[in-house]
């Protein structure tokens, strides 16, 4: 074949991936402007909006870590369960008598415990759907034990201080928590090599093996990463919401996922970014705001049925991003 016939080829396979990056961006970017502008529209007070958006900065925290576990083709079902495990040992543990400090700093290494041994569970040769789902299950069984199934209160005094210490600026610590894991996940994954791992593990598992990619350590890494990042989430989240309670998590792990899917990231491997994530993000957010803004019109729109939705966005935008790529 000539050098022109081979450039001719180079260029039309590159026109091809371009056209198929701006097409699944397209989708996401109609919803974000559509659901943005009914949740701009229907806000009274702007400071709402923060208040609002420190949820989806919980879950943004965890959509970046798991961006990177889905490329290489895993998934973690679990992230939900372990934040609700971490923030009921903050509660538990304070109550035997330990400094909320202290507590906060144990629920991170139970939080990190937690992820890594999804990690290790996955690396001996298991499912990523099957472990997570199981231990998705265990988590939350053992929140719901320790706490006896109710929310675990704090005295007026320690509620004073968190109260204090969970602004900065003005603004919860949540939001400074998702820049610093978004500029971290960046760089991890598209400038460090285990980045680049991730993305041959997700393209082909084997071709990474026999190219000496240690897929063991980089799954080890990525699942124990999950843990750490929520362990520390629950401590933010405690903070915030003045207790340590056991079902304030449960369908995390389907808004983790909706960012990450809708944003663009094939949930087989092999293709996605923090950058779509972060839009990803943007989109699931505006929606959720926008229906809870919407519901105080349309009485039928309650949190069930915002779920639903949400589901429902994932399943067609995943198709969508699938038909793109092929």
Known sequence: MSSKAIQERTNSFDDKRIGQTLLSYAVPCVLLLIFATVMFVKTENPRGLIRAGVQWMEVGSVAVVM?????????????????????VCIG????????????????????????????????????????????????????????NAEPIGFT??????????????????QYYFFLIVLVLGYLLLHRCRIGRACFYIGENMEAA??????IEKAQFVLYGLSGLVAGIVAVLNTMYKLNANPVAHEGMELHVIACVVVGGTLITGGHG???????????????????NFLSSDFSWLNPQVRLI??????????????KVRN
């Open 67 to 87: 961006t990177a576990i889905i490329i290489t083709g895993g998934i973690d079902l679990s992230v939900g369960s372990m934040v609700a495990l971490c923030s």
């Open 92 to 147: 538990v543990l304070w109550e035997d008598g330990l400094s909320i400090q202290i507590a906060s700093v144990c629920a991170v290494a139970v939080g990190l415990a937690a992820g890594l041994l999804n990690g290790l569970l996955v690396v001996v040769g298991l499912s990523p759907l099957i472990v997570t789902l199981a231990t998705m299950a265990f988590y939350s069984g053992l929140a719901l034990a320790l706490s």
């Open 156 to 173: 007026n005094e320690l509620v004073m201080a968190m109260e204090d210490a969970n602004l900065l600026f003005g603004y919860p610590l």
């Open 209 to 214: 093996r026999y190219s000496a990619i240690s």
């Open 273 to 291: 970014s923090i950058g779509r994530t972060l839009l990803g993000l943007l989109v699931v957010a505006s929606l959720d705001i926008g229906l």
């Open 309 to 322: 939705l949400t589901g429902c966005l994932v399943v067609a935008v995943a198709i969508w991003n699938q």
